[in-house]
């Protein structure tokens, strides 16, 4: 596929005109807005009604709506942001859904894919595997890096209402939109991704243990052992609350370890047994399989169930949730390489994760301070000045910016907690190519303030 040229220069205004226009040949593209709408309406009502006017494409105010009435502009690909930045806020805003750049176009002889911005993960998984079988990220990411390390082009409307690519945008912007937040630097059409060769048979096992069966050991042993192992074997670790089998109405600590092994399971067993006794792994707790089976099994999905069922949008249930994150001071990629920065001296990452069904403010009370609870616990025994996060497990907790005059003041805050020492540069890309800060968000990347001592506007 390639890249279509730059287009001529167009108002950000208009821009949104031209996106509802162009996304979808379908007449029904705005009741299809309106479902999005419908779909998050429950985190809508918790925070701030929609607004009870809507301005469909054809209505000729459309294009000015955002400049008459100071209203912002949220971009929506697939949704997946924990605290709801795409589709809430505090001021008024419009949402610009990326649902219908959904499509994913695999190039076998390249190697690559060209993924839309408004695709799904799953989406992603399923036509690399129709096309070729295999393929992938995520759990391989101790031998092929994360996503972004393998993106090699990318398509951006930027504040100009260019469609720029990775020639036309100049690497500075490239380094800065592969992990450094696409929605604070323009509209993200697509990323061209480089795909990678998987066996045709993986591995996957879950073993747990609680605190009465040593997990305390087990978990001791983990550490030591997931940040060092073979490439081919990457081991999740999963502690959860649970019953106690020896004492009724008591409370344990189950330790379940997670793994995804490139191979087969003979190998797997001799590999751990080897470097990881105390998890007492049996060829029985191994099952062999497809890459593709193993992106269902890793999603929960019960066993048996149909590849398609990856292309799902809907979820079966809706649950309320909080994601925090920490860092345990992992890999070869120096730190500058993307603004990913959590690597060498990084032995992993913590989630901390909260999910539940009740409705009301005294629910949501009571599971936030728990969840707050326990980060606050962890602070003595992990990453320090400052303490780290992972972007995609956002978290307004650490921080979140007005937007106003001490922006940059207020994105520093969790800017380093983010990104460290790549949040300078950072802010340097997003002062050149977004001066007036049109795309933002409570923890987008702000613009430099008029003097900042020791900092210049030259980008490196």
């Known amino acids: 596929m390639t890249p279509p040229p730059p287009l001529t220069p167009v108002s950000p205004l208009l821009l949104l005109l031209l996106f509802v226009l162009v996304s979808s040949s379908s007449a029904l593209l705005y009741d299809t807005f309106l479902q999005c709408l419908l779909n998050h309406t429950q985190v809508l009502q918790q925070q701030q009604e929609p607004s009870q006017i809507l301005h469909a494409p054809t209505n000729s105010s459309f294009p000015t ?7 912002e502009l949220r971009i929506r690909s697939g949704g997946h942001d924990f605290e709801g930045t795409s589709y809430v806020s505090r001021a008024p805003f419009l949402i610009l859904d990326m649902f219908n750049f959904w499509s994913v176009d695999v190039d076998v002889e390249q190697e690559t894919a060209w993924v839309g911005s408004g695709a799904t993960v799953g989406e992603l998984y399923y036509r690399i595997w129709e096309k070729r079988g295999g393929g992938g990220y995520g759990n391989m990411l101790r031998k092929y890096g994360l996503a972004s390390d393998n993106v090699v082009d ?7 209402g260019r469609v720029l690519d990775r020639s036309s945008m100049g690497e500075d912007l490239f380094w800065a939109i592969r992990g450094g937040g696409g929605a604070s630097f323009g509209v993200i059409l697509g990323y061209r991704v ?9 591995t996957v096992f879950r073993v747990a243990k609680t605190i009465q069966e040593n997990a305390t050991e087990l978990v001791y042993q983990w550490q ?6 073979d490439n081919d074997l990457f081991m999740r670790l999963l502690l959860q609350p649970v019953s106690s089998k020896i004492q009724k109405g008591a409370k344990t600590v189950n330790a379940s370890v997670l793994a995804l092994f490139l191979g087969n399971a003979d190998r797997l067993v001799s590999l751990v047994n080897e470097e990881f006794p105390e998890l007492g792994l049996k060829k029985e707790d191994c099952a062999e399989m497809s890459w593709i089976e193993s992106a269902l099994w890793w999603g929960d999905f019960d066993s048996g169930v149909a590849v398609e069922a990856l292309l799902d949008r809907m979820p079966k249930s809706v649950n309320f949730l909080k994601r925090k994150s920490d860092y345990v001071k992992m890999g070869e990629i120096p730190m500058s390489d993307a603004p990913f920065p959590h690597r060498a001296g990084n032995l992993f990452k913590i989630q901390y994760s909260i999910s539940w069904s009740e409705d009301g403010i005294e629910a949501e009370q009571s599971n936030l301070a728990e969840i707050r609870e326990l980060y606050n616990f962890m602070t003595p025994y992990v990453s320090k000045k400052p ?22 003041r207020e994105g520093t805050v969790y800017g380093v907690k983010y990104f460290a020492e790549n949040f300078k540069r950072l802010v340097k890309v997003k002062t050149a190519v977004d001066p007036q800060n049109f795309f ?17 506007l030259q980008l490196n």
């Open 194 to 202: 480089k795909l990678v060769p998987v066996p045709n048979v993986v």
């Open 440 to 456: 933002k968000n409570e923890q987008s990347i702000p613009v430099l303030p008029s003097k900042v001592p020791n900092m210049s």
């Open 154 to 160: 990318t398509q951006i409307v930027d504040v100009e």
């Open 387 to 408: 303490r780290r996060a992972f972007l995609n497990y956002r978290d307004l907790d650490i921080g979140i910016t007005d937007n106003g005059e001490n922006s940059y």
């Open 224 to 229: 030591n052992v997931a940040p060092r192992t």
């Open 65 to 71: 709506l955002l400049g008459r009435t100071s209203t």
